[in-house]
């Protein structure tokens, strides 16, 4: 185990931390049941199991299929599988129409990510690399283009758009971005091996940031399976990871993207951090499979060792093992049993858990799933149980093991002392993946706010029904999440957000007056907006290449300030907050207003 450097008032913070730790600095998720990564922890922490049980007329597949006796009608739905809002990103909707939906969601995610971990794109100048996982398949059955001879920039610009090769590149480009950008096809193991290679980039100073990730819409959407024994897919269409009467799992979609850092520029930069990832390891079982597409255990063991073995860590420090848990018997005791050689003998427990009782079997994304839940599992210091799980498969043999299945939800207070989560996926075609992270290192102590000083806090989107959801989401969280500082929320609202036409801002010097000056009912003398601002004459401000500054910090110049934003002219928010210790905190996302895009012929 690698103790954790001493702080050094001397050195820079970037220097205090293991220079091989990434810090996860973002996060975004849609996964069936949750639109959100914090409705998806709750429907966690509650026992919810997010897979639907279809009406017959809901499938969409050929009919010999739905009255098979072996069809199962249940599938994990996305509910914004087919939308998107195209206009936040400057796309056409013929263009919009032309990309495959999972382009469509993780060009979304990706942008969610990067808001969530409080960083503008616009107002980037550093490399940014785009690493995600998608399906193949998706787009050729998304209405494939036809096979042109003509190669001019219509027929360029419709396989960009469609080619799950371009998901990368097209977020890159349509977020305004330079950096690297590579989509990974390693199947149901994609996810993991996107994080792998960003965090490679970033510590080979390849790329400055990066967001890593993956996108799986299952089409015909919604569909359920057919049954075969000995196969992963369920009998009843419930997964139940780790149980006797398992009988595989369901099939479902989702997108998941996290932004990364490494930790010490992160701790520097004053960004949150939700986990850490300590170490990360791919291999291939190759000629060596059990069976083409089972688990080796050897290899699989190897794998998880490694990711451990990188970090510096012991097996007796990782206190949850989030397995790929497929919820039949023998995949589960192969996984299992690789994973009890990887920890070795030990004294210590280790939870050991499976998301895919909640959510189904997302493919290149289901390792995603995994991840985000030990992130927040790390973040809120809970162990989220196990559903479905209600008879332990005794072949496993999980006394002999370091496991202990976690049947409940309870507090996370490991015996080491430090929390620490390792989540295996496995692909077909003998891909292996280990993901090792660690819980953030405690925030340094910090001076209290300053009471009663004038702030400025603002606000923008493309259109005014935006604008008032930003507020109304805005509100809510300031009212659910009492710890957040006024002087950190500011900060992230004027610094982290992509500056729009329709304009809010008030100048606030209490939480409980931003939250009143948010509410629909606040009166225009705490709050200015782009409908309503008084006129404000550009030429009083003193100005940096960057836009125009306040003339002076108190309320009355802030305020001057605001009116000038909200009409349009551009504000140096670095120079605004030039000396300041705010940090980045995670916020309300911007509120897409997705519409249906669908193509069905060219």
């Not at 639109?35 to 922890?41: A, C, G, L």
């Not at 919810?48 to 199962?72: C, G, N, Q």
């Not at 009663?452 to 493309?462: C, D, E, H, M, V």
Request: a negative charge.
């Amino acid at each position: 185990m690698t103790d954790r450097p001493q702080q050094d008032p001397a050195r820079a913070p970037e220097q205090d931390y293991d220079p091989g730790d990434v810090a996860v600095i973002g996060m975004s998720l849609r996964a069936p049941g949750a639109r959100t990564k914090e409705e998806f922890w709750d429907n966690l922490v509650h026992g919810r199991e997010s897979v639907s049980f279809l009406a017959k007329d809901d499938i969409h597949v050929d009919e010999t299929l739905i009255h098979s006796p072996f069809y199962v009608r249940a599938c994990g739905l996305l509910d914004t599988y087919d939308r998107f809002d195209p206009s936040v990103f400057g796309i056409s909707d013929r263009m919009a129409a032309a990309m495959t939906p999972e382009n469509r969601l993780f060009l979304e995610s990706a942008w969610e990510t990067l808001e969530d971990g409080g960083y503008d794109p616009d107002r980037l100048t550093a490399e940014v690399g785009v690493y995600g996982a998608n399906n193949p398949q998706t787009a050729a059955l998304y209405s494939s283009p036809p096979d042109r001879v003509s190669v001019g920039p219509e027929a360029i610009e419709a396989s960009l758009a469609w080619s799950p090769d371009t998901m990368t590149s097209n977020a890159l480009y349509y977020l305004g971005l330079t950096g690297e950008a590579v989509t990974v096809a390693a199947v149901c193991a994609g996810f993991h091996y996107a994080v792998h290679l960003a965090c490679q980039s970033l510590l080979l100073g390849q790329t400055d940031l990066a967001i890593a990730g993956g996108a799986m819409v299952r089409l015909p959407h919604p569909r359920g399976h057919l049954w075969e024994e000995n196969r992963v897919l369920s009998r009843d269409g419930h997964c139940r990871p780790f149980d006797a009467r398992g009988t595989g799992t369901s099939l479902s979609s989702g997108v998941v993207t996290v932004l990364l850092k490494p930790l010490g520029r992160a701790v520097a930069d004053r960004d949150h951090v939700y986990a850490v990832v300590k170490g990360s390891a791919v291999n291939n079982n190759g000629v060596s499979a059990m069976a083409y597409g089972l688990a080796q255990p050897e290899r699989l063991s190897a794998c998880i060792a490694a990711a451990m073995e990188v970090g510096g860590v012991t097996p007796d420090t990782v206190s949850l093992y989030e397995a790929n848990g497929l919820g039949l018997p023998v995949t589960d005791e192969l996984e299992v049993h690789a994973a009890a050689m990887a920890f070795g003998k030990q004294t210590a427990t280790t939870s050991i858990g499976g998301v895919k009782g909640n959510v189904g079997h997302g493919g290149v994304v289901s390792g995603g799933f995994g991840a985000i839940k030990a992130a927040l599992a790390l973040h809120h210091r809970t162990l989220p149980a196990t559903i479905n799980l209600t008879e332990v498969n005794p072949d496993l043999d999980l006394p002999g093991t370091p496991f202990v299945p976690q049947l409940e939800s309870a507090g996370w207070e490991p015996a080491a002392g430090i929390r620490r989560a390792g989540i295996t996926s496995i692909g077909g075609g003998g891909y292996n993946a280990h993901l090792l992270l660690e819980e953030a290192p405690a925030p340094a102590p910090r001076a209290p706010e300053e009471p009663g000083r004038p702030r400025l806090a603002t606000l923008s989107a493309l259109d005014d029904d935006a604008l008032t959801r930003q507020r109304a989401r805005l509100k809510d969280r300031l009212e659910a999440d009492p710890g957040l500082r006024l002087d950190d929320v500011c900060h992230t609202l004027n610094l982290g957000r992509k500056v729009m036409p329709r304009r809010w801002a008030a100048v606030v010097r209490t939480r409980a007056e931003l939250i009143a000056a948010l509410s629909e009912d606040a009166s225009r003398g705490s709050a200015t907006t782009t409908a309503a601002a008084p006129p404000a004459d550009p030429g009083s401000f003193p100005r940096t290449d960057r836009g125009i500054v306040p003339s002076g910090t108190d309320a009355r110049a802030l305020a001057d300030l605001a009116a000038a934003w909200v009409t349009g002219h551009q504000v140096d928010f670095e120079a605004l907050h030039l000396g300041e210790a705010g940090h980045r905190v995670p916020l309300p996302t911007y509120p897409f207003r997705p519409r249906r895009f669908w193509r069905t012929d060219w």
